[in-house]
């Protein structure tokens, strides 16, 4: 008689970068953060400004996931919000984060609309039909530019608070 082999544990999906730090997190958006800029101040012409916001947007979207790491989650638990920016950003206020009313709201809208996905296979991110405003027909750059920066800051700030904690400095 021949024992059965008990089946392999099954393994989950592969959840990208869970090696990372919070800090490595911090600094892989904040170099999105930067081709993003780089390519806004260039001069060459683009068809669509989507290939920028959609550098914008993944900077967001690594600030906010940096953010969740450094207040505890897992790479696991964060991989389940998708690109979900407004549950991401509810998360992280839950956590501590505070951003300006308008840098909240645009999160909020950013995640509803979907904008992170839809940059991807449109050529130029208008308001949705079902949200759209007369004379309104596109998305505002220069909010999507503004919370990249406030994030990065905000995030960035964090990231060294935690830092000096950790090294007994107490810095608040």
Known sequence: ?????????KKGPRVHGAG???YGMFLL???YHQAAEILHGSKQFLNSD???R???????E??????LRMNGREAEEIRSYMHDFARMYEDCE??????RRKTAAFLRETGGDNDYVRVRYELHLTVPQERGEPGNPGKDLGRLISAAKELRDKVGQENE?????KKGGQQV
């Open 1 to 9: 008689m021949t024992a059965t082999p008990e089946p392999a544990p």
């Open 20 to 22: 990372l730090t919070p």
């Open 29 to 31: 958006a904040e170099s």
């Open 94 to 99: 839950t956590a501590g984060l505070v951003l």
């Open 50 to 52: 989507n290939p920028k």
């Open 54 to 60: 959609l550098l914008f947007y993944h900077a967001i």
């Open 161 to 165: 608070q935690q830092l000096m904690r």
């Open 62 to 67: 690594g600030y906010l996931r940096a953010f």
